[in-house]
């Protein structure tokens, strides 16, 4: 495989001008060329799966379930799903018949919006970046992809065969670190899609402005988990415990940190331990199995609110510097100024913090950030409606944590501080990548009934 190398600088406004070109000979717009392209993306991820499954450990340490699960099947049920419903997509669609329209055949085409830029993290080095690049390719879109320069050897994965099973004109990478990106960002764009934190948000949103390029941001945020006194607290504790621990709780969707009422708190705590010695029943199972944090400067980060914390640990809080490895850990009693409640914690560690009510858990996510998540598990179908109707989160889920990332059918936006447009999966997101025209033909024998519309004007 090709060893990761940054792209130099001065290539990239003629990487750019390139597509441009490509992307102006019309080749995108037959239906059929972006059929071939999803089917091929799937291929490359079926045909080198091996080589997926190595780059995810050379830069992650992920267990081969991980990357099957999160990875691997979420891709290839993205392209074939896109495949499949491509055509439908991507019809001309018509309005309600109105009289005061129909001769003139109103019609809303969808076009591709143009040349655009997918910038990736490093947490899922390739979910992140090519489920957009599966709806901006069935948009008809030209990509260039950005993927993280913290993961190299997926980075190196997607330089490497991307130009051999995609048009090479139209879909290629850009690697590098901050010089590279802010090249790529002074140029002028038809989209960017970014996925990340809210500091490089911030940096995308002020560039995009510059050009008027719409921009998505998929940024994250401290998504809670409300627990209800009614619920099953043995599939609660596993269900948001994996959540957790799935990447090293380096997911932008999973659960921050834990609201439950009162009254269900012990039952709570005590499913946790269950869990966790079902989940690791030694602690060779779980340093074996579980994905290590990103860097040391991560690692630093996360034991460093850790250790400040005023909550009491109940489980985990093991740690490896030398590969930067922290265990699933859950810390009980957490105040809401405590230092694990200061930002999106990114990482294996969960605050539970009680309240009294399942009233003052909604108070208090409306007081904060719109998380990009919100999960509560209960069984009573009022308390799962209530926080559905009185929250705001990119998504919301009932009984389950982190899934609605991997839904080809499930719209997953950021809510952010700046305004975004967008979302980046199945139909959404080739809906993100689509420029929506409206069309009439206006036919000639309606010429003398539009006659008063003329000048000289008179007043009857």
Same mark, same amino acid.
């Not at 830029?117 to 947490?123: D, E, H, T």
């Not at 390739?126 to 957009?132: A, E, N, S, Y």
């Not at 409300?226 to 607290?233: A, P």
């Given at each position: 495989?090709?060893?990761?190398?940054?792209?130099?600088?001065?290539? $990239?406004?003629?990487?750019?001008?390139?597509?441009?070109e490509?992307?102006?000979?019309?080749?995108?717009?037959?239906?059929?060329?972006?059929k071939? /392209?999803?089917?091929?993306?799937?291929?490359?991820?079926?045909d080198?799966? /091996?080589?997926?499954?190595?780059?995810?450990?050379?830069?992650?340490?992920?267990?081969?379930?991980?990357?099957?699960?999160i990875?691997?099947s979420? $891709?290839?049920?993205h392209?074939?799903?896109?495949?499949?419903?491509?055509?439908?997509?991507?019809?001309?669609?018509?309005?309600?018949?109105?009289?005061?329209?129909?001769?003139?055949?109103?019609?809303?085409?969808?076009q591709p919006?143009?040349v655009?830029?997918?910038?990736?993290?490093?947490?899922?080095p390739?979910?992140?970046?090519?489920?957009?690049l599966i709806g901006?390719?069935?948009a008809?879109?030209?990509?260039?992809?950005?993927?993280?320069?913290?993961t190299?050897h997926a980075?190196?994965?997607?330089t490497?065969?991307?130009?051999?099973?995609?048009?090479?004109?139209?879909?290629?990478?850009?690697n590098?670190?901050?010089?590279?990106?802010?090249e790529?960002?002074n140029?002028?764009?038809?989209?960017?899609?970014f996925?990340?934190?809210?500091?490089?948000?911030?940096?995308?949103?002020?560039?995009?402005?510059?050009?008027?390029?719409?921009?998505?941001?998929?940024l994250?945020?401290?998504?809670?988990a $409300?627990?209800?006194?009614?619920?099953?607290?043995d599939?609660?504790?596993?269900?948001?415990?994996?959540?957790?621990?799935?990447?090293?709780?380096?997911?932008?969707?999973?659960?921050?940190?834990?609201?439950?009422?009162?009254?269900?708190?012990?039952?709570?705590?005590?499913?946790?331990?269950?869990a966790?010695?079902?989940?690791?029943?030694?602690?060779?199972?779980?340093t074996?199995?579980?994905?290590?944090?990103?860097?040391?400067?991560a690692?630093?980060?996360?034991?460093?609110?850790?250790?400040?914390?005023?909550?009491?640990?109940?489980?985990?809080?093991?740690?490896?510097?030398?590969?930067?490895?922290l265990?699933?850990?859950?810390?009980?009693?957490?105040?809401?100024?405590?230092?694990?409640?200061?930002?999106?914690?990114?990482?294996?560690?969960?605050?539970?913090?009680?309240?009294?009510?399942?009233?003052d858990?909604?108070?208090?996510?409306?007081?904060?950030?719109?998380?990009?998540?919100?999960?509560?598990?209960?069984?009573?179908?009022?308390? $799962?409606?209530?926080?559905?109707?009185?929250?705001?989160?990119?998504?919301?889920?009932?009984?389950?944590?982190?899934?609605?990332?991997?839904?080809?059918?499930?719209?997953?936006?950021?809510?952010?501080?700046?305004?975004?447009?967008?979302?980046?999966?199945?139909?959404?997101?080739?809906d993100?990548?689509?420029?929506l025209?409206g069309?009439? /033909?206006?036919?000639?024998?309606?010429?003398?009934?539009?006659?008063?519309?003329?000048?000289?004007y008179?007043?009857?």
């Open positions: 495989m090709t060893t990761y190398q940054a792209t130099p600088v001065a290539e $990239i406004p003629t990487i750019r001008a390139r597509l441009y490509a992307f102006a000979t019309g080749k995108t717009k037959d239906v059929a060329f972006r071939t /392209q999803l089917l091929q993306l799937a291929y490359m991820f079926q080198n799966k /091996q080589q997926l499954h190595d780059a995810l450990v050379a830069d992650l340490g992920h267990h081969p379930n991980e990357t099957e699960y990875e691997y979420a $891709i290839a049920n392209a074939l799903k896109a495949y499949e419903n491509v055509d439908a997509w991507a019809k001309p669609e018509s309005p309600a018949f109105s009289l005061n329209t129909f001769p003139m055949s109103p019609r809303t085409y969808k919006k143009g655009v830029l997918i910038i990736g993290p490093y947490n899922y390739m979910f992140c970046v090519v489920i957009p901006a390719i069935a008809g879109c030209a990509v260039v992809v950005k993927p993280s320069e913290m190299p980075a190196a994965f997607l490497d065969l991307l130009p051999k099973y995609l048009d090479p004109t139209l879909y290629t990478v850009v590098g670190a901050v010089p590279e990106t802010t790529l960002l140029l002028s764009w038809d989209h960017i899609f996925t990340g934190g809210a500091r490089v948000g911030r940096i995308v949103a002020s560039a995009a402005a510059k050009h008027l390029t719409p921009v998505t941001l998929e994250g945020g401290k998504s809670p $409300i627990v209800d006194n009614n619920c099953d607290f599939a609660t504790a596993r269900r948001i415990l994996w959540g957790k621990m799935l990447n090293a709780g380096q997911s932008c969707t999973a659960p921050d940190y834990v609201m439950v009422v009162r009254e269900g708190h012990d039952k709570l705590v005590a499913a946790f331990k269950k966790h010695a079902q989940f690791f029943p030694s602690a060779e199972t779980e074996e199995q579980t994905t290590r944090l990103i860097n040391a400067a690692f630093q980060r996360l034991t460093g609110l850790l250790d400040r914390t005023s909550g009491t640990v109940i489980l985990g809080g093991e740690r490896d510097s030398s590969r930067n490895w265990a699933t850990t859950i810390v009980d009693n957490c105040p809401f100024d405590d230092s694990l409640m200061t930002e999106e914690l990114f990482g294996p560690v969960l605050p539970i913090v009680t309240v009294e009510t399942i009233e858990a909604v108070a208090r996510i409306s007081k904060g950030d719109r998380p990009l998540g919100c999960f509560v598990f209960s069984k009573n179908k009022k308390t $799962i409606d209530y926080v559905f109707k009185n929250t705001t989160s990119g998504s919301v889920v009932a009984n389950d944590s982190v899934i609605q990332a991997g839904g080809e059918r499930t719209s997953l936006s950021s809510l952010s501080r700046v305004d975004t447009d967008g979302s980046s999966s199945g139909k959404y997101a080739f993100t990548f689509t420029q025209r069309s009439l /033909q206006f036919p000639l024998w309606l010429e003398g009934i539009m006659a008063h519309r003329y000048p000289p008179t007043v009857s």
